[in-house]
Nanobody, 116 residues
Framework: QVQLVESGGGLVQPGGSLRLSCAAS????????MGWYRQAPGKQRELVAS???????NYADSVKGRFTISRDNAKNTVYLQMNSLRPEDTAVYYC??????????WGQGTQVTVSS
């Protein structure tokens, strides 16, 4: 079973930055596109950024121009650099394959809170 461990969240003021990391066991990074998802209280989980093994990237409109996704296949790690954070970015952030594949479980996520 592949394990996904997200880290890097925290409390930040509006306009601030955070860098999230996701480390995965196994070889999924070499095979599948990876994505960052988020789930805010009372809302469905949404995909905010994805990156293929070849480096093709897509962003949700809500984060375009502010977030940057990257991956290091040698380290089995995917990153999300988040700049110009807004209160509406507050959520638990998760990584997983993109799209999520059957048999892939969610990690514990990392909480991002944007508040003054």
């Amino acid at each position: 079973q592949v394990q996904l461990v997200e880290s890097g969240g925290g409390l930040v003021q509006p306009g601030g930055s955070l860098r999230l990391s996701c480390a995965a066991s196994g070889s999924i990074f070499r095979i599948y596109a990876m994505g960052w998802y988020r789930q805010a209280p009372g809302k469905q989980r949404e995909l905010v950024a994805s990156i293929t093994t070849g480096g093709n990237i897509n962003y949700a409109d809500s984060v375009k121009g502010r977030f940057t996704i990257s991956r290091d296949n040698a380290k089995n790690t995917v990153y999300l650099q988040m700049n110009s954070l807004r209160p509406e970015d507050t959520a638990v952030y998760y990584c997983n394959t993109a799209p999520k594949r059957p048999g892939m479980y969610w990690g514990q996520g990392t909480q991002v809170t944007v508040s003054s």
